[in-house]
């Protein structure tokens, strides 16, 4: 079959033109609504940040070294990406499949690795804004600084794609919005909360303490919390390699679903 006949990619080994176009899609369709998606979850931080602040901060001692404000703002802002890198992904491709405008991202000529790169990186940018927000309400207000900015930053961007590929599984086995309800409220919001965001684990019993190592979103938190105070519970390089080898496989499986269509096309 010659260069122009059908079946064949014209496009080179990559659709540099479709990977920026399904990428720009996901990013313009959370910029279209920013108080929804990049305002409410700065308020929602701004209001856990306060409570904890008033209910518990005047009378509790420092932990790592830091005021418990202090070490409770890094997990929060963690906690905040985590939710808003899923709730990206998850959303865009749930909707499309429950009003049947999914064929309209699966026509085109892209490829399986440029559908799981395209929707990723509308979780990580949106990840990335919402930290750089909570991050600025940090700086500003409580008077932190950013210990190890790198750190930091690798492990946003490590959170945002993680959750964000969470987002396409979870998108992809729901048929519903009850079904990703459910997987929100059962799976998602246990594994960002019972993960040291408001605690250290070294106050958990050993049963609970090796049960959250198991967890990498523990891993997450736990590192960007060393990047902004200097302190953690584990070694970032071991949080970095937990961490990266679980987005690998969980990019995995949603390129092997994309490639074979599973529960997205009829």
């Known amino acids: 079959m010659n260069a122009t006949g059908m079946g064949v990619r014209r496009f080179g080994q990559v659709n540099w033109l479709g990977l920026y176009t399904l990428s720009a899609r996901e990013i313009q369709r959370f910029l279209a609504v920013w108080t929804q998606t990049l305002a409410?979850?700065?308020a929602t931080a701004g209001l856990f940040l306060g409570v904890f602040s008033l209910a518990i901060g005047p009378s509790r001692g420092e932990v790592m070294g830091v005021p418990f404000v202090h070490f409770l703002a890094p997990g929060i802002l963690m906690m905040t990406v985590i939710q808003n890198a899923f709730a990206n992904t998850s959303s865009s491709i749930l909707i499309s499949k429950v009003q049947g405008n999914i064929v309209d991202t699966l026509m085109p000529p892209l490829s399986p690795t440029e559908l799981l790169l395209g929707y990723t990186a509308g979780g990580v940018a949106r990840g990335l804004l919402v930290a750089v927000a909570v991050g600025l309400l940090m700086l500003t207000v409580l008077g932190m600084g950013i210990a190890h900015p790198l750190w930091a930053l690798v492990f946003v961007l490590l959170?945002?794609?993680?959750?964000?590929a969470l987002g396409?599984?979870?998108?992809i086995l729901s048929n519903k919005f009850d079904q990703m309800a459910a997987i929100t409220n059962f799976i998602v919001t246990p594994l960002s909360f019972l993960s040291g965001t408001f605690y250290s684990i070294e106050r958990l019993p050993v049963a609970m303490q090796v049960a959250t190592h198991v967890n990498p979103v523990f891993y997450l938190i736990d590192g960007v919390r060393y990047g902004v105070i200097g302190q953690s519970d584990s070694s970032p390089w071991l949080g970095l390699g937990v961490c990266t080898l679980a987005t690998l496989l969980v990019m995995a499986l949603c390129w092997h679903w994309f490639r074979t269509g599973y529960r997205m096309k009829a």
């Open 168 to 171: 396409i599984m979870a998108a």
């Open 40 to 42: 409410a979850p700065l």
């Open 159 to 164: 959170g945002s794609a993680f959750l964000a």
